[in-house]
């Protein structure tokens, strides 16, 4: 009975993660797979004999309001930060499930591959704590968003991983305890001087990986207790984590490398420093300017970014889009693999909104529409739909793929100054003779524009 019961989960696991393969059908596969886990979870737990019923009860009541006082109170907004979170707790708690079986087990006497799979859960686990966190602090604001830098850092690193790997092995061979916790303490500084040096900027595929990691350290954990559960668990959220890092990678023209040891952006703008500007004049717009050319055109395209995220404009953006639609205007959303600052980060603001799923089309959809667009309002977004990366070989994005936007008619640029984003390069678009820049917060510009369209 426990065995098909344990099944039955993973097979809710496999169900819900498909499931979370399309918008329309993610809420009911996330809903499947904490299904499945919760049973995985109250079936080991009586199973095992580890708690009784009533322990479970009162368990289930405390979750659920913690996690309903969460769902109340962080905004859309701040969802990067709660995954990292939830990362950083999933890593300390596969850690800590190795660390119990450290103290039980008798180390000089078990096999080779179990003490293995407690030291891979340890270390990964460790790792992904520190690391995620140092990641939320970044997102937070807490931390400098931009890379951080200092001098020997590869070498401080380099030294680390090497005595990670020395204590691993003389625990390992030795059965001393005292190898696995001294491996673990390394861990430990490794994740947070590996993501230390990360931009704020590349926190989408920081914190994909982050995420793969959680699920091998859980992977680990349940080879290391025998729990199929835990490895068929760890397994798919370690691939599908890992999966969507390669993913975001290429959408970046960047190897994983380069994202994780390069420092990028940390000696240009935005975030990093200053970059050089061109002097060129630029076409400045009001907020009557931008009603009149998204008022009387047939198509628009909007292009959210990071801006919008931080303005907190997702609603202010479908009021506009509303008013729009109300005169006639055929509207999407077109948006890049890597904005904002997490994976699907657009979307999920956009869906706070309750912005229509079908309207909103990924790079692949969104690029042959440009020439035939009218209009491309973009909303805080800078890198991703900078021409350079396309046209200048000298560039430092050149090959990232892009949303070509210039190959609209007109281009409206809602952005606070002339800043460069997180690459640190200027921005060509912005002194292209059809390009107008409204310099506002994203909120304000919108509500300004919509109150300025009343009156058309």
């Keep these: 009975m426990t065995d098909a019961l344990y099944l039955a989960s993973a097979v809710a696991f496999i169900v819900g993660l498909k499931q979370l393969g399309t918008p329309r059908t993610a809420r009911v596969g996330n809903r499947i797979a904490a ?4 049973a995985a979870t109250v079936i080991t737990l009586v199973a ?8 479970v009860v009162a368990g289930l009541v405390v979750g659920a309001i913690i996690g309903a006082w969460f769902a109340v109170r962080v905004q859309m907004t701040a969802m990067p930060q709660m995954v990292a979170a939830f990362n950083g707790f999933g890593g300390i708690a596969s850690a800590l499930v190795a660390a119990v079986a450290v103290i039980e087990a008798d180390l000089g006497s078990i096999a080779a591959e179990t003490s293995v799979s407690i030291l891979v859960s340890l270390v990964i686990g460790a790792i992904t704590f520190t690391g995620s966190f140092i990641a939320l602090g970044k997102l937070q604001g807490v931390l400098p968003g931009r890379p951080l830098l200092f001098p020997g850092q590869q070498v401080v690193n380099g030294l680390l991983v090497a005595g990670l790997l020395g204590v691993a092995i003389w625990g390992g061979v030795s059965g001393a305890a005292a190898g696995y916790w001294a491996a673990s303490g390394a861990a430990l500084a490794i994740g947070a001087l590996a993501v230390v040096p990360i931009g704020g900027a ?14 091998l350290a859980a992977a680990a954990a349940g080879f290391a207790i025998e729990s199929n559960e835990l490895i068929i668990g760890g397994a798919l959220v370690g691939a599908a ?24 952006g940390s000696g240009g703008g935005g975030e990093g420093g200053a970059a050089t500007m ?29 801006g919008l995220a931080v303005a907190q404009a997702q609603h202010a953006v479908r009021e506009l889009a509303d008013a729009l639609e109300e005169r006639g205007v055929t509207l999407h959303y077109a948006i890049h693999p890597v904005a904002g600052r997490m994976p699907g980060h657009m979307n999920v603001l956009l869906a706070e909104a309750d912005t229509p799923y079908e309207l909103l089309l990924d790079l692949d959809h969104a690029d042959p529409m ?8 973009i909303l805080g977004a800078n890198d991703v739909v900078n021409p350079a990366a396309r046209d ?24 606070r100054s002339l800043s460069p984003g997180f690459a640190g390069i200027d921005n060509p678009l912005f002194y292209d003779d059809k390009t107008l820049m409204f310099f506002a917060d994203a909120k304000g510009a919108l509500e300004d524009t919509l109150a300025a369209l009343k009156q058309l």
Excluded: C, H
């Design 392 to 415: 200048d070989p000298s560039s430092s994005i050149y090959g990232m793929p892009i949303l070509n936007v210039d190959r609209a008619a007109r281009v409206i640029v809602v952005k």
């Design 35 to 38: 299904a499945g886990m919760l």
């Design 370 to 377: 440009f020439p035939q667009t009218d209009v491309v309002l």
């Design 241 to 264: 984590g890992l999966i969507l890092t390669v993913q975001m990678t290429e959408a970046m023209n960047r190897s994983l490398a380069n994202v994780l040891f390069a420092g990028f």
């Design 278 to 306: 061109s002097d060129r004049p630029v076409n400045r717009a009001t907020a009557d300017d931008v009603a009149i050319a998204l008022g009387y055109a047939d198509s628009v395209m909007i292009v959210p970014g990071y």
């Design 202 to 215: 590349d926190m989408p595929v920081v914190i994909s990986l982050l995420n793969s990691f959680s699920g």
């Design 48 to 55: 095992e004999d580890i708690v009784n019923w009533t322990t």
